[in-house]
């Protein structure tokens, strides 16, 4: 008989790797709260909700290809089918949130509090809207239809499901070509110019309010495919999801380092993998408790996070 | 035969929140002319220059570029008509490099073909041979001088036949405001019409053709820049002489 110690050790290495998979869709959605912060110095607390609406969009897409069933529904070109239109519509949500929730009120030049109060509005109009219109009960997603349950194999003694790879592998690249966007392109060096001195980027004769609209969409459109991902993962989805996954990726995006891309990423590893190897050895009731105390200890004790920049190194905008 | 008028500023009235900033300035700058802007402290110089960009915009009064009104378009406009500003304090974007730099200061001409703006690179090189060498380098990390040269160099990236300049000389050892002023006057050459504000009004007017004396958001004095050099009461203000 072995000891109950080692059966955890055992499970271990199963734990980490669901840990990466959950850390790389953290990210994913954190990227969204760092990007915004980085051009706006707010953090748009309604991004929770549109990773809601994303995994809501994902849902009804697949529902719609089940009904009609064409038969064959293979992950190659599904998910695709499922991700793009919840990126495209979860992006433009974002820019309409930041349009008619954010814009009145960051021009007006008052006070920071005033968008992120409004932001708490736009979040609680979004769940109540997907509440009335969706009903409250939860929504399934066929996920074994796409990924059946046998779709799992070996790794060096650790077994993993094909999903959870796809899961990785979607982030991952999502991640990457956003950072190939934003380090390579015009585009990207009007981001980051317009981070860094805005007003000195509209004197390049960048236009700041399509800048902040585009990062807008870029950050939503991520946090829609990760909400793809998690509900093709948990499988059950409800209008609520938003708020403990937007305080996760939230976390993950300060743990990182708030405003850095690559912060964001690493962030999201760290707390996914710290979160399910805590799981593992304590009541997974406390899975959240975990994730918490890590955003307060980074506020603690390093409150620029892992890349940080110190807030002072900015200049004002 | 004076050249025609390049930019024309009237009386202009601006505002920054309850305080008036500029109380009602006239000036001109003509095809081809360095035109120097003098003043103390909280005179209203940088505010002109934030008004010209619309960075600002003026409660009354008008600004015309070339024959037409530009007091109510946007920034980026502005730029993308000719006109391009190296601002006080340099205000590089110190997270990029070098080349970033330079490529954003090309922003508003992201439509011309890559050939053209290679060869205003090259132009930018030759002007400042340093930039070249430190290209891929972020532009944090630079001198105060090196930065200075890289927002000139950026700013003339966006090919503007008007080149304000706030400031250029403040934070720099003697021997680069010589420099700098060398470069002024070689892009000038070029064919370049600059408007500079200075606190360091004898080496500006040195090579100013005209300059304009402003106090309090008034325009006190306006000649040329020999006789502004000879006037009693700048020399007193300006040039440190009793």
């Known amino acids: ?317 | 035969m004076p050249e025609p008028s390049m930019l024309k500023l009237s009386d202009l009235v601006t505002y920054y929140g309850q305080m008036m900033a500029l109380k009602g300035v006239s000036l001109e700058v003509r095809q081809g002319e360095i035109v120097c802007l003098l003043g103390g402290n909280a005179s209203g110089k940088s505010t002109t220059m934030k008004t010209i960009l619309g960075l600002v915009r003026p409660r009354e009064g008008s600004v015309e570029f070339e024959g037409n009104r530009i007091d109510r378009l946007a920034t980026g406009e502005i730029v993308k008509r000719g006109i391009s500003l190296v601002p006080e304090g340099r205000r590089i974007f110190g997270r990029m490099t070098v080349w970033e730099n330079l490529a954003m200061g090309s922003y508003v001409r992201r439509a011309d073909p890559k050939a053209d703006i290679d060869h205003d690179m090259e132009r930018v090189y030759s002007l400042f041979p340093r930039l070249k060498e430190r290209l891929g380098q972020f532009a944090g990390t630079m001198s105060g001088g090196e930065q200075q040269m890289l927002a000139i160099g950026r700013a003339l990236m966006a090919r503007p036949r008007l080149l304000l300049m706030d400031e250029p000389s403040m934070g720099l050892s003697p021997v680069f405001v010589d420099q700098v002023f060398d470069i002024i006057k070689e892009i000038n050459k070029q064919g370049t019409t600059i408007l500079v504000v200075e606190q360091n009004a004898a080496v500006a007017l040195s090579i100013a053709n005209r300059g304009y004396v402003l106090q309090n958001g008034r325009i006190a004095a306006a000649d040329t820049a020999a006789a502004l050099l000879q006037a009693d009461d700048v020399r007193r203000a300006y040039l440190g002489e009793e």
């Open chain 1, 1 to 317: 008989m072995t000891s109950p110690m080692a059966d955890l050790l055992s499970i271990l290495p199963q734990q980490l790797v669901f840990g990466l998979a959950l850390g790389t869709v953290y990210g994913l959605i954190a990227l969204g709260y760092t990007m915004v912060y980085g051009v706006l110095l707010m953090i748009n607390f309604a991004h929770g909700e549109v990773f809601m609406i994303g995994a809501y969009i994902g849902w009804a897409v697949l529902a719609f290809l089940l009904n009609h069933a064409v038969g064959g529904l293979h992950p190659i070109w599904v998910l695709p089918v499922l991700l793009l239109p919840a990126m495209v519509i979860c992006g433009v949500l974002g820019m309409t949130i930041e349009r008619f929730a954010y814009r009145p009120l960051y021009l007006r030049g008052g006070s920071r509090l005033a968008p992120l109060i409004s932001a708490f509005g736009a979040s609680i109009f979004l769940q109540n809207a997907v509440m009335l219109t969706q009903g409250a009960r939860m929504k399934v997603y066929m996920t074994n239809t796409l990924f059946p349950r046998t779709w799992r194999f070996d790794i060096f003694g650790v077994n993993v499901s094909v999903l959870l790879l796809v899961m990785i592998a979607v982030s991952m690249s999502l991640t990457w070509g956003l950072i190939l966007l934003v380090q390579k392109t015009t585009l990207g060096r009007s981001i980051r110019a317009v981070s860094e001195d805005r007003e000195m980027a509209s004197v390049m004769g960048v236009s700041v309010g399509q800048v902040v609209g585009l990062t807008f969409f870029l950050g939503s459109a991520l946090g829609g495919a990760a909400g793809v991902l998690v509900g093709l993962y948990y499988t059950q989805i409800d209008f609520v999801m938003g708020y403990s996954a937007g305080l996760k990726a939230f976390t993950a995006a300060v743990l990182g380092g708030i405003g850095n891309i690559k912060g964001a990423m690493v962030g999201g590893l760290l707390l996914g993998i710290i979160e399910s190897v805590a799981v593992t050895f304590i009541n997974p009731a406390f899975k959240d408790v975990v994730a918490f105390a890590v955003l307060i200890l980074v506020l603690m004790f390093r409150p620029e996070g892992i890349f940080g920049e110190t807030l002072s190194d900015r200049k004002k905008v």
